[in-house]
């Protein structure tokens, strides 16, 4: 048994001050104030020396660390996320791979998972097949042609029942035909928003059919101009306008991808429980070439393909933790819900994950004020 004193718990609507966390093997036993529990003898005591408890974070929609996609070096993005907080990520696949590197993608992923530290790879997230054609790195897209199942099929039949998340583009034809065979394939699919300039209602006709959750709001594409005087709705519109959909947020600390005012605007809307905090890390491709010039601004802690555009991140939930804390009034029970229990219940693993309470897995990683993580405990057991 194990017991972490002196320390501030941050739970879903509040914080307990000079709190202790109770937990044997891989659960939580006790979550309550110090001078509330007798902790028993022979428990092995930890001390946070007033640091904050906090849930492990959960990245829903991460491609790999600077140095390595996860298809390709699974290790090494385990250890470099899980060191900064991260004790739950759904790798992502793109649209530049081919659906036979995607379902040997998958094969390794699911095999490195059953190791020490790979047990964090709770499933897949998919940018493929089917957003728009536009985008970073579309030099390489392999699924630019028109939507057919004798292209998807196999795909679909070898890793839909280990995806957890797909991202479609609305406006695609016969984007409906492959959602459908999905769900199909596995009734629990869940879908997004991704790249596409679709308009608002080509977002209706296809929210009904699993749509829960739109891939990095703000920065997903624009609908068409209706005429001088008026932009068109699309998919961020529809996002804000519909109560059930979560909306996914890139938070790094110039502004770039969301400025601060956006990032404000966006969670009032929405409410903090349908705010979902993601990483996007993706690793360098190429040498960065400066094009302020079309638009495209720098910032330290994004990635950018060989031809300067924006092509994710190479933020950390962590730091995206402490970017919304320093922009926005929201603290820390909120970040944490941003960066935990939201996207937790989005995948449906929030009765074991995404919170300190009493019964979860023990997933508790330790910070200071500014969301610098100390420690880190993967069910139970302290790895860095």
Same mark, same amino acid.
């Given at each position: 048994m194990k017991a972490i004193i002196n320390t501030n718990i941050i739970l879903e609507k509040g914080i307990i001050f000079d709190g202790v966390i109770?937990?044997?093997?891989?659960? =939580?036993?006790?979550?309550?104030?110090?001078?509330?529990?007798?902790? #028993?003898?022979?428990?092995?005591?930890?001390?946070?020396?007033?640091?904050?408890?906090?849930?492990?974070?959960?990245?829903?929609?991460?491609?790999?660390?600077?140095?390595?996609?996860?298809?390709?070096? #699974?290790?090494? &993005? &385990?250890?470099?996320?899980?060191?900064?907080?991260?004790?739950?990520?759904?790798?992502?696949?793109?649209?530049?791979?081919?659906?036979?590197?995607?379902?040997?993608? &998958?094969?390794?992923?699911?095999?490195? %998972?059953?190791?020490?530290?790979?047990?964090? =790879?709770? *499933?897949?997230?998919?940018?493929? #097949?089917?957003?728009?054609?536009? *985008?970073?790195?579309?030099?390489?897209?392999?699924?630019?042609?028109?939507?057919? =199942? %004798?292209?998807?099929?196999?795909l679909v039949d070898n890793?839909?029942?280990?995806?957890?998340?797909?991202?479609?583009? #609305?406006?695609?034809?016969?984007?409906?035909?492959?959602?459908?065979?999905?769900?199909?394939?596995?009734?629990?699919?869940?879908?997004?928003?991704?790249? %596409?300039?679709a308009t608002s209602e080509q977002c209706e006709k296809v929210a009904n059919l699993g749509v829960k959750v739109q891939t990095h709001h703000g920065d997903s594409g624009k609908p068409p101009k209706i005429n001088q005087g008026r932009h068109g709705a699309g998919c961020d519109e529809y996002t804000l306008c519909n109560p059930d959909i979560y909306a996914e947020l890139i938070c790094d600390q110039n502004g770039v991808h969301l400025s601060p005012y956006t990032i404000n605007s966006v969670i009032r809307a929405k409410g903090v429980e349908k705010i979902i905090l993601i990483s996007d890390s993706y690793p360098k491709t190429g040498d960065y070439t400066n094009a302020e010039e079309k638009g495209v601004k720098w910032g330290p802690d994004l990635n950018y393909d060989p031809e300067g555009w924006l092509a994710g991140s190479h933020l950390t939930l962590d730091s995206a933790c402490r970017n919304v804390m320093s922009y926005t009034p929201y603290g820390m029970c909120n970040v944490v819900r941003m960066a935990s229990l939201n996207p937790a219940k989005l995948i449906g693993i929030d009765k074991d994950y995404g919170s300190i309470e009493e019964g979860k897995i023990a997933d508790i990683i330790l910070v200071d004020s500014a969301f610098n993580v100390k420690k880190v405990f993967l069910e139970g057991k302290q790895i860095f």
């Open positions: 109770l937990f044997e093997n891989d659960r =939580i036993l006790k979550v309550c104030k110090m001078v509330d529990i007798e902790i #028993p003898t022979s428990t092995d005591i930890i001390d946070a020396n007033g640091l904050f408890s906090s849930p492990g974070l959960i990245d829903i929609h991460n491609h790999g660390s600077e140095n390595n996609f996860f298809i390709d070096n #699974p290790e090494e &993005c &385990c250890n470099h996320f899980l060191m900064h907080g991260q004790t739950t990520v759904l790798p992502t696949f793109y649209q530049t791979y081919t659906a036979q590197e995607m379902i040997l993608g &998958c094969e390794k992923l699911k095999e490195f %998972s059953k190791t020490s530290k790979g047990k964090i =790879i709770k *499933g897949l997230y998919m940018e493929a #097949p089917y957003m728009r054609s536009g *985008g970073s790195n579309m030099a390489l897209f392999k699924w630019a042609d028109e939507i057919h =199942i %004798s292209k998807y099929k196999e890793i839909a029942n280990y995806v957890k998340v797909w991202a479609i583009d #609305p406006a695609r034809k016969n984007i409906i035909e492959f959602m459908n065979y999905v769900k199909s394939v596995n009734s629990n699919a869940i879908f997004a928003f991704g790249h %596409s300039g």
